[in-house]
């Protein structure tokens, strides 16, 4: 009973669509079978959702039916881990929201130093890429304008050559601080990245010698990219 009583304060006290797992009802080990068959019940009440093993959330009803939790509320203990950033979230779910994609995301794609195998949780695939760069709450808007560009070939709903034009208006409204992380960031990505990083930033009159740099002369990148929407790409053997 003190159980249940604790675990229906919890649930009473935290917003709809927040995830919580075992931990967070903070039970002594000996006691969390029992607590397991609290939420079960609560789960088969429609108090809780059961989002994977260990794992529920609080459910939000509207007209249209239960809304899930977002992508970072799903995943939030792989972005964060005793307030230390380990993780970011890109992907479709973040092409979204920067305007490259209007697709909503099957799968949840997170950003992280190491490598990881996919893992499901509930209906979603969490897959994970790799990053070579320390991830800072502060990077990790340029960090996702870099694995949009990585991944360009790739967003769906879209064309490169429309995925070009957002990155042309995102980039030039970045302040040159921000232009020359992005290039210093961009160190860690394969050539092709930073040749179509360097065409892109070239068309919008950043500074980019000391990307140009960082490339073999005489290497060529083909990329689906049309003369049309980047005229810069020829500076930088795009093909």
């Given amino acids: 009973m003190i159980i249940a009583r604790q675990v229906k304060q919890k649930i009473e006290t935290i917003p709809e669509g927040v995830v919580l797992g075992i931990k967070d009802f903070q039970v002594e080990t000996q006691y969390e079978p029992t607590l397991v068959k609290v939420l079960n019940r609560l789960v088969k009440q429609g108090d809780l959702e059961r989002l994977s093993k260990g794992k529920y959330y609080k459910p939000k009803r509207t007209m249209f039916g239960l809304l899930k939790p977002s992508a970072s509320e799903i995943a939030k203990d792989l972005l964060e881990r005793n307030g230390e950033i380990i993780g970011y979230i890109t992907g479709t779910t973040a092409f979204a929201g920067m305007g490259l994609t ?37 990077n990790i808007p340029l960090l996702r304008i870099l694995d949009a560009i990585r991944l360009i070939r790739e967003i769906p709903a879209t064309t490169p050559d429309e995925s070009i034009a957002v990155l042309q208006k995102t980039m030039s409204c970045l302040p040159k601080k921000e232009q020359d992380e992005l290039v210093s960031l961009s160190k860690s990505y394969t050539p092709y990245v930073r040749a179509l990083l360097g065409a892109i930033l070239e068309s919008v009159g950043a500074d980019v010698d000391d990307l140009r740099n960082t490339l073999n002369g005489v290497t060529t990148y083909k990329l689906p990219v049309s003369i049309q929407s980047l005229p810069t790409k020829n500076n930088w053997n795009i093909v």
């Avoid at 209007?102 to 195998?117: D, E, H, L, M, P």
């Fill in 102 to 138: 209007t697709q909503i995301a099957s799968s949840i794609v997170i950003g992280t130093n190491k490598y990881r195998r996919p893992i499901k949780r509930g209906e979603y695939t969490i897959r994970f890429l790799v990053q070579d760069n320390q991830i800072t709450e502060k």
